[in-house]
């Protein structure tokens, strides 16, 4: 008999939403332990428990689960938030400290996310639209926290809004963060303290002490 409603299962698509969740942090777990490049469908299958066939059913293959691990970062940034809350700030001084508090916060919650991009990035040509679509929405964020800055007057004189948001990436960005606390070793709490103060110096006008 045609035109009947097509059959549903919620036990099946549950099981297919865990097995997809399974693959998923099994292939996450090999791009941290070995970076993106060394690591095969066939490694993520054994790593899941599961064949080959499944990985690319349920996901899609490398790039896709590289997609949707930006994807969950970008969506989780909190980045509209942070915007939102820098904007009720009535000083330059604060605004920058909160910026840095909340952009120390989105990085080491989306630490292990951004780390799999970066090994990606050298090896994978699709890697790097990637890289531009993930950060597309922190850079919008940090436009509008320049231009927030800007109204309050206390910019450095000649500091347009777009240098201000360059200033802002410099000290705050992805690389900033990754710099010192992967690189160098430093503990979140330092980063905070040292970015927070660089931007502020290269930022702000020199406060009245009279």
Known sequence: ????RPYHSPRRALTAAATRRD???AARRL?????FAQVTIAEIA???GTAVKTVYVSTGGRLDILRETVHRAAAHSGAQETVERIRGTEDAVSAI???AH???LSNEEH????????SALPVHEAAEALWDEGTSLYTCALREIASHLKGLGALKPGMTVERCADVLWFCFGLG???TLVDDCGWSWDEAEKELTAMATKMLLKELSTG
């Open 97 to 99: 400290a909160l910026l």
């Open 176 to 178: 900033a963060w990754r």
């Open 23 to 25: 693959i998923i942090d």
């Open 31 to 35: 791009f941290l332990e070995r970076g």
């Open 46 to 48: 054994r790593e899941a």
């Open 102 to 104: 909340r952009t120390r």
């Open 1 to 4: 008999m045609s035109g009947g």
């Open 111 to 118: 630490r292990e996310s951004i780390a799999i991009l970066y």
